[in-house]
């Protein structure tokens, strides 16, 4: 993927990159509550539960989506950026 975006000249955020450095910050056990990590009972979709590290709940999701902006951020592809720091400044509030 890097050296495809290399030799195609185009942006490339990488995601793997960002998101694991994100979640191995948080350690193991706050990490399991951005995964679809449920209790029985806890979603309609998941009477029984579900361990599940792979698949984000919504504040899992939430936040891949907030790096991703943070890395259009980054590589500063104006105008966007003017639009996406107003995002990035309201999700801190």
Known sequence: ???VAE????FLIDMHKR???FISGLGPEASEEYYM???P???FAFPEGKDDNTHFQEKGAQQMA???VKG???????PLVD???ELVVHSNE
């Not at 030799?7 to 185009?10: G, K, L, T, Y």
């Not at 259009?72 to 104006?78: F, G, K, Q, S």
């Open 1 to 3: 993927m890097r050296e």
């Open 7 to 10: 030799e195609e000249d185009v």
């Open 19 to 21: 998101s694991m450095k």
């Open 37 to 39: 990590n449920l209790e």
């Open 41 to 43: 009972g806890e979603h």
């Open 66 to 68: 907030l790096l991703a």
């Open 72 to 78: 259009m951020l980054d590589l500063e592809i104006t």
């Open 83 to 85: 639009c996406l720091k």
